[in-house]
Nanobody, 120 residues
Framework: QVQLVESGGGLVQAGGSLRLSCAASGRLFRVNTMAWYRQAPGKQRELVATITSDHNTNYADFVKGRFTVSRDNAKNTAYLQMNSLKPEDTAVYYC??????????????WGQGTQVTVSS
């Protein structure tokens, strides 16, 4: 069984920081692209950042310069360092990973979500 377990969410004041973690576990062959999404109440889920297995990254415009996505391939873990947080960053943050169980193509997996609340 493969799963993604997220942690690191919480309540923080505007201007503060949080670091989210997403660990893939179980019988897996390779963790390919990982990504972070977020969804605020009444809004669609939106892409925050992506990171490939060779550490190429992409960011949504609204987090550039504030958030940093990284990964530790030895631990099959992705991170999202969130600095200079704003109240509009409040959302449930979801981890995504494309995971190969064999030599065949990858399967999509999602974390359970972690709440990030930024107070003004």
């Amino acid at each position: 069984q493969v799963q993604l377990v997220e942690s690191g969410g919480g309540l923080v004041q505007a201007g503060g920081s949080l670091r989210l973690s997403c660990a893939a576990s179980g019988r897996l062959f390779r963790v390919n692209t990982m990504a972070w999404y977020r969804q605020a109440p009444g809004k669609q889920r939106e892409l925050v950042a992506t990171i490939t297995s060779d550490h190429n990254t992409n960011y949504a415009d609204f987090v550039k310069g504030r958030f940093t996505v990284s990964r530790d391939n030895a631990k099959n873990t992705a991170y999202l360092q969130m600095n200079s947080l704003k109240p509009e960053d409040t959302a449930v943050y979801y981890c995504y990973a494309a995971i190969s169980l064999t030599w065949n193509g990858p399967t999509n997996y999602w974390g359970q979500g972690t709440q990030v609340t930024v107070s003004s």
